[in-house]
């Protein structure tokens, strides 16, 4: 397979000391594990974990699930407790801890309803940090915005199905003249291309008819002079799972999508599923960790998140001007919907929308 090619190693060493490992097979890595392990180590049911939600059960009369379920629950937030000093005052350090928290804990230890959805011993999971778009220049060299969780055995698509970025909700128009008539369409529904890129390999989303190979570009820029990349290749990246990957961990990759929105992927650990893990394969890939983004308010009220930005406003005194949608039909608009005065507007995704 194309995603299996290069070093043939099996086991991560550190090509660059404490900056990234050599290549290594994900695959082969996962099966050397389940080689040297005993099946008890494997497992995900443990005797212990088992034992620990009967006492509870009996205790408060509750079923098994609900017990180990509390226990994984008191466990993080007495750690949660242990690192900070109470308080009663809620400001804005209070709500970033408890923001943090409730990413954390969300699905520590929570099993299946249906068993066909309980991930199998000796599964891999890889963490991935994904950093801002480089086209944001205050964050793009800021600590990575969303750290995510996914199994060995997930595809790459689900990956990139999961990856939340407000370029995917933008909205292309100029809609001063008619604003009651923005687009039901996002830009992701529209343009759906996207691929990642790993060792040598340009992996594209082709699951869509309309979907083109954006890769095509830099490898015909690549060839062109002979540039030192070697020979790029391509694949679908419908066809592959994370197993199948040859990767270094800690060394920077690649996601693009929207045509021109770049982010970096990190990924900075690989290890083998234990029994307190979100056991639910269903919730993968699964965000573990999420940069907190102020929401920018709008210009009048200074309380809602602005939904328009006008361009060339004789009623604004700023150029960009940012307006929630009632500030901005109030301003703008009089009481039949008739335009006042000349102005641009566009609708307006905050970054903060995914807080």
């Avoid at 005052?89 to 209070?94: A, E, G, L, Q, Y």
Wanted: hydrophobic share 35%.
């Amino acid at each position: 397979m194309a995603g299996s090619s290069g070093s043939g190693r099996a086991v991560p060493e550190y090509e660059v000391p404490e900056l990234h490992t050599r290549v290594f097979h994900v695959g082969a890595f996962g099966a050397l594990w389940k080689q040297h392990l005993q099946r008890a180590e494997l497992a995900v049911q443990g005797a212990a974990a088992q034992d620990g939600a009967a006492a509870v059960a009996e205790d408060l009369g509750c079923g098994l699930e609900t017990a180990a379920e509390l226990r994984a629950v008191c466990r993080i937030r007495k750690k949660a407790l242990e690192r900070r000093e109470e308080t009663i005052i809620v400001d804005r350090t209070c709500r970033q801890e408890t923001f943090t928290y409730e990413m954390e804990s969300h699905a520590i230890g929570k099993r299946p309803k249906k068993p066909a959805d309980l991930i199998e011993e000796g599964e891999l999971f890889l963490t991935l940090n994904i950093f801002y778009p480089v086209i944001f220049q205050k964050h793009k060299d800021h600590k990575p915005y969303q750290t995510v969780l996914v199994l060995g055995s997930q595809k790459l698509t689900e990956l990139r199905d999961s990856i939340s970025c407000v370029s995917d909700l933008q909205m292309g128009g100029e809609f001063s003249s008619h604003p009651d008539q923005a687009p039901e369409h996002i830009s992701k529904d529209l343009y759906k291309s996207a691929f990642f890129y790993f060792e040598g390999i340009f992996y594209n989303d082709k699951r869509h008819p309309e979907c083109r190979d954006l890769s095509r570009t830099i490898i015909e820029w690549s060839e062109s002079h002979d540039r030192g990349y070697g020979n790029l290749q391509t694949a679908k990246m419908e066809d592959y799972t994370f197993n199948d990957l040859s990767i270094k961990v800690g060394f920077p990759y690649f996601f693009c999508h929207q045509g021109d929105c770049e982010h970096i992927i990190i990924i900075t650990d690989i290890r083998l599923v234990h029994q307190d893990d979100c056991l639910d394969r269903t919730l993968y890939p699964l965000q573990i960790k999420k940069h907190w983004l102020w929401t920018r308010k709008c210009f009048v009220c200074k309380m809602y998140t602005a939904r328009w930005v006008t361009n060339e406003d004789s009623l604004a005194p700023e150029d960009p001007c940012f307006f929630c949608d009632v500030c901005f039909r109030m301003l703008h608009y009089d009481a039949e919907g008739n335009k006042l005065g000349e102005f641009l507007a566009y609708p307006y995704v905050d970054p903060g929308t995914f807080n």
